[in-house]
């Protein structure tokens, strides 16, 4: 009999993979936490944000040892069209205080804490090691093969946190749905500006912070566009639906240009010199394109899993990664212990679907589709856009039109139909009421 080099293998050590190790360590398990870059976060990009509430029972009191770059107490959405610009705008003072709400962080800052959170609890990390593929006893999974000499790592269980393009998932045969349709190219250019500047054109002081999101930023190709601010830098980029980028034919990095031209952005960002350029794909296809989330042996969190909620207003994807990585490590745990790896899906989907990480993916399901089409890219935010610049615009002598009067003269202009708003409100309130 081959004995196992440990209970759990992680593979990858980004949050969901390092809160996978976190639980499964804690629990009792021999646990190594396998990260093909020279440190945690070396190689990973993300918008921005981490929201705190997933944080509180991984690791309570959080917030007095993350390294966070400011506190998110604005959250702004912000609708392009043209050169003008409408936005909802929400400030909370609240969230400027324990137990916070969301934070701005730098990924090698935060990856790598997690990550010393998992040895912390008895984790082994192994950075610079690939891991090539799975070893198997028949169908189930019992290990993995990395590019070291004499590398193979055998374990009952196998935690699969190796990003978007999972080749373990792959491999195994459990991944979901990977056409080009149900993903997106993020490209984000880290800025580096002067602190005060940052707090006075974004007003905030100390460490509060921004985080804007925008729907009509990226022309003909659908997606959206984002700014948050750190406390020297300001996160700029745009997210962009691959298959409509791809037949554009226009290259991310100008559509990130002409959105920073923008006259609602440009000011925010000029005279800022770029210090770091990075793209990464996203699963926005929502959980009707998930997988099986794994098999005998082996369980999938994180982006692998394609749990990142992409619904407008909420593009989240960290806290859906250590959600998902933290349960997935506690059933690998408690599966090895018992010697039950054949029942371990089905026990990590059923967890799953009874807190936040699914049930959101559930409820929002239709988001995806509903948020990208052509009518919420393309039309709505002109539509709102000729609404305020109606009211707003003084036409004296001339009386003041009436807000049905401008919004009828709206939806002819852009050819949108009552009942294609009505069909659309109803979605929208099915969605996310």
């Known amino acids: 009999m081959t004995t196992n080099d440990f209970d759990v293998i992680v593979v990858g050590a980004g949050p969901a993979g390092s809160a996978a190790a976190i639980t499964a360590a804690r629990a009792g398990a021999r646990v190594v936490l396998i990260e093909r870059g020279p440190y945690p976060g070396a190689k990973n990009m993300f918008g921005g944000v981490v929201y705190g509430r997933i944080m509180d029972t991984l690791i309570p009191g959080w917030y007095d040892e993350m390294p966070v770059q400011r506190w998110i107490t604005r959250r702004s959405t912000m609708l392009l069209a043209g050169d003008r610009s409408f936005s909802v705008d929400f400030r909370s003072g609240a969230w400027g205080r ?65 990003g978007v393009n999972t080749f373990l998932a792959k491999e195994a045969g459990v991944a979901g749905d990977t ?16 602190r005060g500047e940052i707090e006075s054109r974004f007003n905030v002081r100390g460490t509060d912070g921004v985080d804007i999101e925008v729907v009509g930023s990226t022309g003909a190709v659908p997606g959206g566009g984002f700014i948050y601010t750190n406390l020297d830098t300001v996160s700029v980029g745009v997210v962009l639906r691959l298959p409509e980028l791809a037949s554009a034919r226009r290259r991310p990095e100008a559509i990130l240009a002409e959105f920073k031209e923008h006259g609602a952005v440009a000011p925010l960002v000029e005279g800022a010199e770029i210090v770091e350029y990075s793209a990464h794909l996203i699963p926005e296809g929502g959980r009707d394109v998930m997988g099986s989330f794994g098999c005998d042996g082996m369980l999938v969190a994180g982006d692998a899993a394609a749990l990142c909620l992409a619904a407008g207003i909420w593009l989240e994807g960290v806290n859906f990664a250590i959600g998902s990585g933290a349960v997935a490590g506690r059933v690998a745990a408690r599966s090895a212990r018992q010697n039950q790896t054949d029942v371990a899906v089905g026990q990590y989907r059923t967890e799953l679907e009874s807190n936040f990480v699914l049930a959101d993916h559930n409820k929002l399901r239709g988001a995806p589709h509903l948020i990208l089409g052509e009518r919420m890219q393309q039309r709505y935010p002109q539509i709102m856009c000729d609404i305020a610049e109606g009211m707003f615009t003084v036409e004296n002598p001339k009386p003041k039109p009436g807000l049905s009067k401008i919004a009828r003269s709206a939806l002819r202009r852009h050819k949108v139909r009552i009942r294609d708003v009505a069909r659309d409100g109803r979605d929208i309130w099915r969605t996310f009421g």
């Open 98 to 162: 324990a137990p916070y709400n969301g934070a701005t962080v730098y990924r090698s800052d935060f990856d790598s804490w997690l990550a010393d959170q998992a040895v912390a609890a008895g984790a082994t990390l192994v950075c610079d090691t690939v891991v090539t593929g799975l070893l198997r006893d028949g169908t189930r999974v019992v290990g993995v093969q990395t590019d070291r000499d004499d590398g193979d790592l055998r374990a009952p269980m196998v935690v699969a946190c190796d």
């Open 179 to 194: 056409a080009a349709g149900h993903y997106t190219l993020g490209v984000k250019e880290t800025l580096a500006l002067d």
